[in-house]
Structure formats: structure tokens, C-alpha cells
């Protein structure tokens, strides 16, 4: 069954519009959110380790590995999770059940929420590791550009993911309103059944049988033989 317009799409198996679709805000945040994630994770894979005259290397946030890792770990998650729901995005118009397509804002919804609590974390974390790591242990001057590049794009990160879930929530509403509206609704309360019309004097106009048998005629040919009519008075 198609739904025009449930959840912030449009009717199912309506062809693929591209240049409305790039146009949409949970589009463009979605490409940021993705390009952000992975400036934060290549920045630290490539420089956010440093050796200190040995082939052990050290993570740049005071040496804190956990630091390193929690903001590889997002970033990449973060990375791919972008790519799945642009992915759900695009197919999200040709799916045509409403259940589906309410269980597919959901869990963008709940995603986008979960996302923004993370890099919220690791921006926090990070910026608490750098503001304790001291030159003199560590040559900053090797991946300070790196580690400065990490937290900011996590504070990036955290408003896209916001803005994203704000999206969700707003598709999420305006689905529920349009539900309210679809043929399935329709059909578990069907119309009463009109009464029936008046003519112009205001009387119930009663319908004739236009099928009615004519009235049985008597001829000549369906008389049997002999038999004679009686004389009318």
C-alpha cells in the first residue's frame, strides 16, 4: 500500500529524486557527520602517537592509550554508521509499509541520540587528556596539529549527530500526524452508511423494480383449443 508523505517521504515506488535528496537537512548533516568521523580517526591513527627515542610509541593525550582508542573506536563506528543510514536514507521513500517505515525513524532516532552522548564523551575526554599532557614528556611538536584537529572535530561531530536526531524526532512526529490520515486508519472505522435522498416535494423516493415480469396477457394463440372467452359485464 503507498503512503504519500508518512514519515517526511513520499509515496512509495515514487522515482528517485537526487537533487531533492541532496537537498534535504539530514542529507548534508549526514555527508558532515561523515567527513567529521573520519578527520577525527585518521588524525589520530597517523599522528596521535609518538615515540620517545624508542620503538615504543605513546598516545599523544598524556600518554592515556585509552584516549587514543576511544577516539579511533567512535570515529570509525561513527564512519560506518554514516554510510548505513545514507544507505536507508535513499531506499527509505520505496518502503511502503508504515510499521517499516516508523521502526526505520526509530532507530535512526535512537542512533542519533546514542552518537551525539558518545562524541559528547570523547570530546570531553580527549580535551581533559591534551590540557594534562606536558611538553616536557612528551615532543608535541610532532601531533599537536593532529590531537587539536581530533577535538575539534568531535565537538563538530556532537553538533551534526544533534542536528541529525533533531531531524529524526521532527520525521518521527510528522509521521505519527500523517498516520492518522492513511487508508488502514480509514478502513478500521468505515463511513456510515447515508440515508437515503429526498426528491424535490421531500418525500423518500422509493426505487421500482425495473425488472418486473409484464402481467400475464391472454391471447388467442395461448388459449388451448376449444376453450372460449368469457363475455366481459
Given at each position: ?65 585509552d584516549a587514543c582508542n576511544y577516539g579511533i573506536t567512535i570515529g570509525i563506528v561513527a564512519f560506518l554508521a554514516c554510510v548505513f543510514f545514507l544507505a536507508m536514507d535513499v531506499y ?66 556532537i553538533l551534526t549527530w544533534a542536528g541529525l536526531t533533531v531531524c529524526a524526532v521532527q520525521r518521527f512526529l510528522l509521521g505519527t500526524d500523517m498516520t492518522l490520515f492513511t487508508t ?50
Amino acid at each position: 500500500m503507498d503512503e504519500a508523505g508518512s514519515f517526511g517521504a513520499g509515496r512509495a515506488g515514487s522515482a528517485f529524486d537526487l537533487i531533492a535528496f541532496i537537498k534535504q537537512p539530514q542529507t548534508v548533516l549526514r555527508v558532515l557527520a561523515w567527513i567529521f568521523s573520519m578527520v577525527v580517526f585518521a588524525s589520530i591513527i597517523n599522528e596521535g602517537y609518538v615515540n620517545m627515542g624508542s620503538e615504543r610509541l605513546h598516545c599523544v593525550f598524556n600518554k592515556n592509550a585509552d584516549a587514543c582508542n576511544y577516539g579511533i573506536t567512535i570515529g570509525i563506528v561513527a564512519f560506518l554508521a554514516c554510510v548505513f543510514f545514507l544507505a536507508m536514507d535513499v531506499y527509505f521513500p520505496q518502503i511502503s509499509s508504515v510499521k517499516n517505515r516508523k521502526r526505520a525513524v526509530l532507530l535512526e532516532m535512537v542512533c542519533s541520540g546514542f552518537w551525539t552522548f558518545l562524541w559528547f564523551v570523547g570530546f570531553c575526554f580527549l580535551a581533559n587528556q591534551w590540557s594534562h599532557t606536558s611538553p616536557k614528556e612528551l615532543p608535541l611538536e610532532q601531533a599537536s596539529d593532529a590531537a587539536r584537529a581530533a577535538i575539534a572535530f568531535s565537538f563538530f561531530s556532537i553538533l551534526t549527530w544533534a542536528g541529525l536526531t533533531v531531524c529524526a524526532v521532527q520525521r518521527f512526529l510528522l509521521g505519527t500526524d500523517m498516520t492518522l490520515f492513511t487508508t488502514e486508519h480509514m478502513a478500521a472505522h468505515p463511513p456510515k452508511q447515508p440515508y437515503p435522498s429526498n426528491d424535490v416535494i421531500g418525500q423518500t423516493t422509493i426505487l421500482v423494480n425495473a425488472y418486473q415480469s409484464p402481467p400475464l396477457i391472454e391471447t388467442v394463440e395461448t388459449c388451448p383449443p376449444g376453450y372460449k372467452i368469457p363475455p366481459a359485464f
